[in-house]
């Protein structure tokens, strides 16, 4: 699963993330709700490793101020895998 988001993250890199993916395009509609899945999961560890290293409330908002890189990976990962299962119309549980 590591390489599939090191794949996407680097296709990201090149690429509008409104267009179709190669990476994701590749991947079954049972193996597109495990990524969905594993790159959720890992996005809110992310926020959470980020939130619990260095943040603080400002105006009733918690503000994270660690981590940022991973987070914005996996934030960006998320929503081209959200935006490909919407696309193939994949039922996510």
């Known amino acids: 699963m590591e390489s599939l ?3 996407l993250a680097d296709e990201l890199l090149l690429q509008d993330i409104t267009e179709p993916s190669a990476v994701l395009g590749s991947l ?38 660690a981590n940022h890189g991973p987070i914005h990976l996996l934030q960006a990962a998320f929503y ?3 935006l490909e299962v ?4 994949v039922v996510v549980c």
């Open 5 to 7: 988001l090191t794949n």
């Open 28 to 65: 079954s509609d049972c193996e597109l709700q495990a990524a969905y899945d594993h790159i959720l999961e890992q996005f809110a560890l992310e926020l959470l490793i980020g939130a619990h290293e260095n943040s603080d409330w400002f105006n009733g908002t918690l503000v994270i101020d």
């Open 80 to 82: 081209a895998v959200k």
């Open 86 to 89: 919407q696309a193939r119309g």
